[in-house]
């Protein structure tokens, strides 16, 4: 194939990828002390090139945590950059390469990352891909550049699952982390609620109404083949992954009022771990696997428990206010994002594990579903806007604000799935 031809090709095999983006992003905030780097122009076949180099951009404008200054002319990943002229312009990095035919449908990319005020080189990384896998090399791009500057892992790479909801009809949706690349996961008549990654990120556990009940399955994302893994009598809800995997906790009604259990992914195994006069609810294991955290009114009003993984005696973890729902432990284990009842409006909280300190991170009116950033930079939540559900994001210090929407439709039930490498 010529190298126009191939071109062509990489254009039109990008170009569904590109028009399925439903899911659009809108930076309401940023972060203050914003690194200034530059992206310079990719060179190389321009189509390409430009498309790679805008991607990388969005996402690290995105982050919040960089701010963007024009590189001037294009910087091939082979070349020295005009140190004296970009530390003139105030920039602390730059990131420049260049995109050539591989052959048999394939491009190589090369990238090069420079430490300007200290004129040396951070990496020289090359890619190789198809032209289908534009987008998801150019957020590799953005990963390993948001690493290098940062000493954090990027989350441009990870993916995104939710629900849309419009006159008559559910879907599940999977979409890149910035709202591209969507697809439908399962389309119902019948509500679909909690969606929750696998921790290797190749499963999507969630509850579907379909058979005119709450039934929790779990949903193998690579063959779209799925299996029951709690349909017991009543109601089988909030199912929440283990650490390694292997076990999912849930909620059920089987034998009274809702309660905690631990389930294998499969289905088999059942075992109640906590016991209750009132409602036990939104389970969510620790990082390390020890406790698991959870609603409930066994006191009287919604607070947040934690036990540990093996059953015992719950502790109480709230304390502020009188409805503290929804909780959701960080990666590293340190804090805990959840829905407050703050002057009559539901806000994300963010609390300290270690000094029990409580943040407000939102001025909305109606959070829920707040899910981390495996990097636990940022928390995803839903929220309404002027009567229609929304997606939005905040950063843990609550400088950097998003909102994520999809037009004519609510959107609902986040969830962020795991770094990817």
Do not use: C
């Amino acid at each position: 194939m010529k190298f126009n031809a191939l071109l062509v090709a990489a254009g039109l095999a990008m170009a569904p990828v590109l028009a399925h983006a439903q899911l659009t992003v809108e930076i309401t905030g940023a972060g203050a002390n914003r690194l200034p780097v530059a992206i310079a122009d990719f060179t190389g076949e321009r189509i390409v090139a430009q498309a790679l180099t805008s991607v990388v951009r969005a996402d690290l404008e995105r982050s919040g945590l960089f701010r963007l200054i024009d590189a001037g002319a294009p910087l091939a990943d082979n070349a020295a950059p005009p140190f004296d002229d970009l530390k003139t312009r105030g920039i602390d990095a730059i990131a420049g390469g260049s995109v050539a035919p591989a052959g048999e449908g394939r491009f190589e990319r090369g990238v090069r990352l420079s430490d300007v005020p200290r004129q040396a080189t951070l990496g020289n990384p090359a890619y190789l891909h198809t032209g289908v896998q534009l987008r998801a090399t150019a957020h590799r791009i953005s990963d390993y550049i948001y690493e290098k500057l940062t000493g954090e892992p990027g989350v441009f790479s990870t993916r995104i699952a939710y629900v849309v909801k419009s006159t008559g009809r559910f879907e599940l949706k999977i979409a890149d982390a910035d709202g591209s690349n969507d697809q439908a996961a399962l389309a119902s008549r019948e509500p679909i609620i909690s969606p929750a990654w696998s921790p290797d990120g190749s499963k999507l556990a969630y509850v579907s109404f379909e058979a005119k009940k709450p039934v929790v399955y779990v949903h193998d994302l690579a063959s779209g083949r799925r299996h029951v893994a709690a349909n017991f009598k009543g109601s089988n809800s909030a199912p929440a992954w283990s650490p390694d995997g292997k076990q999912l906790a849930v909620v059920l009604t089987k034998d009274g009022s809702s309660q905690l259990y631990v389930v294998n992914s499969d289905g088999s195994g059942v075992t109640r771990i906590a016991t209750s006069s009132g409602i036990d609810t939104e389970p969510r294991w620790s990082p390390d696997g020890q406790h698991i955290y959870f609603t409930s009114d066994r006191g009287g009003s919604p607070q947040i428990y934690r036990i540990a993984s093996g059953g015992g005696n719950a502790e109480r973890i709230s304390f502020e206010g009188s409805y503290n729902v929804t909780p959701r432990p960080s990666p590293d284990g340190k804090s805990l994002a959840f829905i407050a009842r703050n002057g009559g409006r539901f806000q994300l909280a963010l609390m300290d594990l270690a000094t029990k300190q409580v943040q407000i991170l939102t001025d909305s009116t109606k959070d829920e579903s707040p899910s981390f950033a495996p990097n636990g930079r940022m928390i995803l939540y839903a929220t309404e806007i002027g009567g229609r559900g929304v997606l939005a994001a905040v950063s843990a210090d609550g400088r950097v604000k998003q909102k994520l929407s999809v037009q004519a439709a609510d959107v609902r039930e986040p969830a962020w799935g795991p770094l990817v490498r």
